[in-house]
């Protein structure tokens, strides 16, 4: 029904920059909040940060003031622009968003397949 494509995940030097990039598509209603987790080896899922569709975010304490969010509500589109990057941001980042289908009212939340972020000199 929904699917996540993300985009722009790869290998960066500590202290570099990356851009992730996560195209929602398929039968949209219309998407509301878009998002971005992580998960590192033998850690559970955190969230990183959120963007509302009225544009309102959050961060993870860990990220705030070195990566931002945000969105194309016209394209169904969220990025991740991650700067300062450390070893420690290492993971793979899973995009999140709730949509809905139809005009029923009912929202479902959906997973892109991952990018990895590999962060090492």
């Known amino acids: 029904q929904v699917q996540l494509v993300e985009s722009g995940g790869g290998l960066v030097q500590p202290g570099g920059s990356l851009r992730l990039s996560c195209a929602a598509s398929?039968?949209?209603?219309?998407?509301?909040?878009m998002g971005w987790y992580r998960q590192a080896p033998g850690k559970q899922r955190e969230l990183v940060a959120r963007?509302?569709?009225?544009?309102?975010?959050n961060y993870a304490d860990s990220v705030k003031g070195r990566f931002t969010i945000s969105r194309e509500n016209a394209k169904n589109t969220v990025y991740l622009q991650m700067n300062s990057l450390k070893p420690e941001d290492a993971a793979v980042y899973y995009c999140?968003?709730?949509?809905?289908?139809?005009?029923?009212?009912?929202?479902?939340?959906?997973w892109g397949q991952g990018t990895q972020v590999t962060v090492s000199s």
């Open positions: 963007i509302s569709s009225g544009g309102s975010t």
């Open positions: 999140n968003c709730e949509a809905a289908v139809d005009t029923s009212g009912r929202r479902y939340g959906y």
């Open positions: 398929g039968s949209i209603f219309r998407v509301y909040a």
